[in-house]
T-cell receptor, first 118, second 116 residues
Framework: AQSVTQLGSHVSVSEGALVLLRCNYS??????LFWYVQYPNQGLQLLLKYTSAATLVKGINGFEAEFKKSETSFHLTKPSAHMSDAAEYFC????????????????FGQGTILTVHP | GAGVSQSPSNKVTEKGKDVELRCDPI?????LYWYRQSLGQGLEFLIYFQGNSAPDKSGLPSDRFSAERTGGSVSTLTIQRTQQEDSAVYLCASSLEATYYNSPLHFGNGTRLTVT
């Protein structure tokens, strides 16, 4: 069984400030972890993914996330927020097993709405 | 190139009616997924298709929900006897292959279903 918890349904930052969106996961098998972003009235877009290579993962638009197994966390960060970063962000997990999992069969967190103010 | 296309973008229906939602995946993508996004439940997996394999229907919430994928391309999600709790945004996604982790999901913009 897998689950994802995103701490904070709303995060507000000033333009230029650090963005930190928190994600903790639970998985009975080594997880693959993802961050997606959703802009209003659009589908989800992949920001970055962790697939057991480097624990620090860099994604698009200056975002990165670090996989910490000891903390079961995969927090998303960006050093300097931009107005265009305002959106909803989803953390997701997919498991893997000997039978060959579907990596698109994801369990999502509840989402965090990021607001960026001038 | 063209992305995942979903139609209609908005659908309003009366309780008890049947609805069909359509998804055109990216050409060449063998895996297709349906997700539901609602205020109370967040994003939920519904069903996925991979090539000619039997679909994984483990996320369908009731037997009123069904989906098919014709010719390995277009998919239709059907909801029979709609209920108000079916109101949600239904998202379709496709990927090159379901079992390859470097094959990311490409999402459509969704169909917003409102049951009155």
């Amino acid at each position: 069984a897998q689950s994802v918890t995103q701490l904070g349904s709303h995060v507000s930052v000033s333009e230029g400030a650090l963005v930190l969106l928190r994600c903790n996961y639970s998985s009975s098998v080594p997880p693959y972890l993802f961050w997606y972003v959703q802009y209003p009235n659009q589908g989800l877009q992949l920001l970055l993914k962790y697939t057991s290579a480097a624990t620090l993962v860099k994604g698009i638009n200056g975002f990165e996330a670090e996989f910490k197994k000891s903390e079961t966390s995969f927090h998303l960060t960006k050093p300097s927020a931009h107005m265009s970063d305002a959106a909803e962000y989803f953390c997701a997990v997919s498991g893997r097993n000997a039978g060959g999992t579907s990596y698109g069969k994801l369990t999502f967190g509840q989402g965090t709405i990021l607001t960026v103010h001038p | 190139g063209a992305g995942v296309s979903q139609s209609p973008s908005n659908k309003v229906t009366e309780k008890g009616k049947d609805v069909e939602l359509r998804c055109d995946p990216i050409s060449g993508h063998t895996a297709l997924y349906w997700y539901r996004q609602s205020l109370g439940q967040g994003l939920e997996f519904l069903i996925y298709f991979q090539g000619n394999s039997a679909p994984d229907k483990s996320g369908l919430p009731s037997d009123r929900f069904s989906a098919e994928r014709t010719g390995g391309s277009v998919s239709t999600l059907t909801i029979q006897r709609t209920q108000q709790e079916d109101s949600a945004v239904y998202l379709c996604a496709s990927s090159l292959e379901a079992t390859y982790y470097n094959s990311p999901l490409h999402f459509g913009n969704g169909t917003r279903l409102t049951v009155t």
